[in-house]
T-cell receptor, first 110, second 113 residues
């Protein structure tokens, strides 16, 4: 059975304090690893797709990386507007849908 | 309208009511999905449709009945629900091949009394 585990569950940072969120996965035949951002009361917003170990993608203050067992979402010099829940999901060979982790609730204090 | 839209945004229903959730995508995709998001739990896949055909039912109780009349529209018909079915119901769409990113609607917040 495919599994995705995210850590930490919650993270509080000061504005400008860089950090990383972790996503470990056990998926048979990984087809893609996805990161989403979700604000309260809204649907998940797509951020990145990673397909193979060693791949990296960047968008503004966010950079996602992938290894054979984990993915990291690095946040550099975050701002209060980066506060949200960040979701990691994987697509495997066994199902058409995505397997999600529980998310990391990130709070950036001014 | 752009992206994925869902109506209604909020729904309160009794256990004996029948209601339907609607999803529409304007992205030209051919795969559509229903997910359930409950507090403290990861998003749970419920149903998958590819080119209007149901390809996955993730052991969902029969009180949830999906319908996909075309590649742009998806419905979730609800009847005799239980209070534990209260959750955020999210619709998503994507290109049909596995590994493509899915784009989500804003969700319907369902409360069952």
């Amino acid at each position: 059975e495919d599994q995705v585990t995210q850590s930490p569950e919650a993270l509080r940072l000061q504005e400008g304090e860089s950090s990383s969120l972790n996503c470990s996965y056990t998926v048979s035949g990984l087809r893609g690893l996805f990161w989403y951002r979700q604000d309260p009361g809204k649907g998940p917003e797509f951020l990145f797709t990673l397909y193979s170990a060693g791949e990296e993608k960047e968008k503004e203050r966010l950079k996602a990386t992938l290894t054979k067992k984990e993915s990291f979402l690095h946040i550099t010099a975050p701002k209060p507007e980066d506060s949200a829940t960040y979701l990691c999901a994987a697509s495997g060979g066994g199902a058409d849908g995505l397997t999600f982790g529980k998310g990391t609730h990130l709070i950036i204090q001014p | 309208e752009t992206g994925v839209t869902q109506t209604p945004r909020h729904l309160v229903m009794g256990m004996t009511n029948k209601k339907s959730l609607k999803c529409e995508q304007h992205l030209g995709h051919n795969a559509m999905y229903w997910y359930k998001q409950s507090a403290k739990k990861p998003l749970e896949l419920m149903f998958v449709y590819n080119f209007k055909e149901q390809t996955e039912n993730n052991s969902v109780p029969s009180r949830f009945s999906p319908e996909c009349p075309n590649s742009s529209h998806l419905f979730l018909h609800l009847h005799t629900l239980q209070p534990e079915d209260s959750a955020l119901y999210l619709c998503a769409s994507s290109q049909p091949k596995r590994g493509h990113e899915q784009f989500f609607g804003p969700g319907t917040r369902l409360t069952v009394l």
